[in-house]
């Protein structure tokens, strides 16, 4: 007998180029219709000037900080270009080629994966002159281009070239450009000698000057096709830090996502300072203030601030140059700062996430370093004052978990029990022999034993080479056991009498911190509860039904562009609830879960229909008909004609309780989880299958077939007595319809393999 193993097939597929027409003056496309005749370089940018549009992206203090090209799609007031010219989230202006200024009223359609945004402006009484989208399909090696564009601010340059090939760059197919391309040239036009666009500038090459790269017009094709309009000033307040509750100061790019707020550039204050001072009210003392940290520069600082003034006095504590230091601001520059404490301190975890806390006294400060005291100061300089978040020098720093309180439970445990947990740790068997039940003890005490388990592995990464194998099994410990906690969690879904008060959207939520563990669900959690009280904000209390689902449509698809992810539809943050708010773009499922939640918080009665490889929404209101739902196309009405089409029946074999049954929150998390399985193992990821299928045996406890995917699973990596323990509870269950022998036969081949 051979264990199962994934099999790799590559089909090579030939296909048979287009030949382009012959250079004669005129052509006839595949329509009928005739092509335009081929122009000297020269007609061809007299054709594009008027078109062209400058773009300037205007930063948080109202300067200049980049420009970029833009050019017309439409004669109504539409303007292509790359998302990156404009910045997601950013002011910016348009100015045509003949110095007329457009007024910019809305992002038409925008899309990240692919780099591109459709700007609508206000047309005056002279129409705009919009360029024929040609079909990039048809652009094969050695077709002569021009693209113009205002590389270094040089307006309306134009270059030419050829194209040289269609290279994959990050998993999307770019015209490569035998041509020069610099800053300013973005978001421009690329188009072959008939003046037809085959492409729009976005990069050039790192390694060579003359080479440059195009997104596709067939790409901004299908994003005309299906826009996901916001209006300007919903735009403007992308990632914009929530001025309700931060206040910044001395500059510096502070942007605020669900949970977290990152900040980079150079803060205008003395050593790059910048400072975003919270907005809640200082308790009296005592109190205590914590946040976690994260910087990708350690030469930088960042952390907390407290005591301040508003201006450029205040305390401030904070990892500096792997060091922990605080310090009392007492003026503008480096000579009126006195550094309190300054010494590296072994809790301290370069390039991680560190959690700073500080508890103020009346004649103390003590200052915690991931849950450890590290320093105690009596300075009594300042005594009152905001509180906040601060920056130095051009390090890049995140922020999660602000939290400001009379008292902050400490997060991790005593050290008793992290000695015990320690004892625990070394009696475990070897990572090859270990199985479900030896984990079981120490998911109990999980956030001590993750503690351990993280400071475990930090020592043994500084050890020796030859241990880095043991470091390894550590970390894919601690990962197995956060994800028996997330698991654990997840089993209320299947237990009927937690099932109804379980929450749909923490549970999607749950799933994401699979692959990412410092997620902060409660944050999200907060998040949608904020989005759903702006929608209650818009009508009366006593709105009907149709009434609030007519507002739930006009907030998620009409003012916030959320949208289904076309152009990138396989990828993993897809199923990501929290990918899916900061992104605004989603799976089926995964867009319906949002629109059922938020409409759950509108006392709206939502239920999610799992029709055949599309998820939909179905409204039943208190009297009257039911209505589907697509939220995935921007809340689409759906009649059973439409719903049998998806499903692939006729519509008089469509089958209520067979197709179009309420799927139950079991169900729907199940789904979710099914999609990341398939994802991952179409991309070889073991790691991330075991993680799913530990999720799916929790939502499915009696589902053997997942079992025996996941014994086979720790067969090949090497988890023998993983694999029979999971065999082993095949063959106690006896589920019927299975080949009980063959069960046995594979247990026998896995038993006898040698341990790794």
């Known amino acids: 007998m051979q264990l199962p193993r994934t099999m790799t097939m590559l089909v090579l597929v030939l296909l048979a180029a287009h030949r382009l027409p012959a250079d004669d003056a005129t052509a006839i496309t595949p329509t009928g219709q005739t092509e335009p005749p081929r122009r000297s370089a020269a007609e061809v940018v007299k054709q594009l000037r008027p078109s062209l549009a400058t773009i300037r992206a205007t930063g948080r203090s109202g300067g200049e900080v980049g420009i970029g090209t833009g050019f017309v799609v439409a004669e109504d007031g539409l ?22 200024k457009l007024t910019p009223t809305a992002v038409h359609a925008s899309d990240r994966s692919v780099d591109l945004a459709v700007i609508r402006v206000a047309v005056d009484d002279q129409p705009l002159v919009p360029l024929q989208l040609g079909d990039s399909d048809l652009a094969d090696q050695g077709t002569a281009v021009v693209a113009m564009g205002n590389p270094w601010g040089l307006q309306n340059s134009v270059v030419n070239g050829v194209v040289s090939a269609k290279r994959e760059v990050e998993g999307q197919e770019l015209l ?84 977290k707020i990152k900040v980079s550039g150079t803060g205008q204050g003395f050593g790059g300072r910048s400072l975003c001072l919270s907005a809640l009210e200082t308790p009296e003392v005592p109190f205590e203030l914590a946040v976690s940290v994260k910087m990708d520069d350690e030469s930088g600082a960042a952390g907390l601030v407290f005591h301040s003034d508003g201006n450029n006095k205040h305390y401030g504590f904070y990892p500096s140059s792997g060091k922990i230091r605080l310090s009392c601001f007492r003026g503008p520059t480096v000579y009126s700062w006195q550094v309190l404490h300054d010494r590296p301190h072994d809790q301290y975890r370069p390039g991680q996430w560190n959690d700073l806390k500080i508890r103020v006294e009346k004649d103390k400060l ?74 079981e003890p120490l998911t109990e005490s999980a956030p001590a034993t993750l503690a351990v388990l993280s400071r475990q592995s930090q020592e043994i990464e500084d050890q020796a080479k030859q241990l880095s194998q043991k470091a390894d099994q550590l970390r894919q410990l601690a990962e197995e056991i956060q994800t028996r906690v997330i698991a654990k969690q997840l089993s209320a879904f299947a237990d009927p009498e937690q099932m109804e008060q379980a929450d749909l959207f923490r549970g999607a939520m749950l799933i994401a911190t699979l692959d990412q563990v410092e997620l902060d669900v409660d944050g999200y959690v907060a998040e949608l509860d904020r989005m759903a009280d702006e929608i209650r904000k818009t009508f009366e209390d006593d709105a009907d039904g149709i009434t609030r689902l007519k507002m739930l449509d006009q907030y998620l698809f009409a003012d916030h562009g959320y949208h289904g992810s076309r152009f990138d539809f396989y990828h993993r943050a897809n199923s990501y609830m929290n990918r899916v708010i900061d992104d605004r773009e989603g799976l089926p499922i995964t867009l319906s879960v949002l629109y059922m939640e938020l409409g759950r918080r509108l006392d709206l009665n939502l239920q999610g229909v799992g029709l055949p490889r599309h998820f939909v929404v179905r409204y039943v209101p208190g009297e009257g008909e039911s209505q589907l739902i697509d939220p995935f196309e921007s809340g689409k009405r759906l009649t059973r004609d439409d719903a049998a089409r998806i499903v692939g029946v006729a519509t008089e074999n469509l089958q209520d309780e067979i197709h179009l049954h ?94 790794r």
């Open 176 to 259: 490569q450009l035998a041509m020069p391309v610099e800053p300013g040239n973005s978001g421009g036009p690329v188009v072959d000698m008939r003046g037809n666009v085959l492409g729009i500038v976005n990069m050039k090459s790192a390694i060579q000057r003359n080479i440059g790269f195009a997104v596709q017009s067939n790409v901004l094709k299908v994003l005309l096709e299906k826009p996901n309009p916001v209006p300007i000033d919903r735009w403007l307040n992308i990632g914009a830090i929530d001025t309700k509750q931060w206040v910044p100061l001395f500059g510096g790019d502070w942007r605020q996502e669900a949970g």
């Open 366 to 439: 003590l200052c915690y370093l991931n849950g450890q005291l590290v320093l105690e100061s009596r300075d009594t300089t300042f005594t009152s004052g905001r509180v906040g978040l601060a920056k130095f020098r051009q390090t890049v720093a995140e922020f999660k978990k602000f939290t400001l309180a009379k008292e902050i439970p400490a997060v991790v445990t005593d050290p008793a029990e992290v000695d015990r947990v320690t004892r625990q740790l070394d009696a475990l068997p070897t990572y090859t022999t270990l199985t479900q039940g030896d984990l």
């Open 662 to 755: 309420a799927a139950t929150k079991q169900e729907i998390l199940s789904r979710i989880l099914a999609n990341l399985d398939n994802l991952a193992d179409r991309d070889g990821d073991k790691s991330g299958r075991l993680r799913y299928l530990e999720a799916r045996i929790a939502l499915q406890p009696d589902a053997f077939r997942l079992r025996g995917m996941r014994a086979v699973l720790h067969a090949e990596m090497g988890r023998r007595a993983a694999a029979l323990a999971d065999l082993d509870w095949i063959l106690d269950a006896e589920p019927p319809g299975l080949d009980i022998e063959q069960v046995r036969r594979m247990r026998a081949f896995i038993e006898r393999q040698p341990l």
């Open 79 to 100: 303007i292509a270009t790359n998302l990156h010219v404009i910045g997601e989230g950013r002011s910016f202006t348009i100015e045509m080629a003949d110095g007329r």
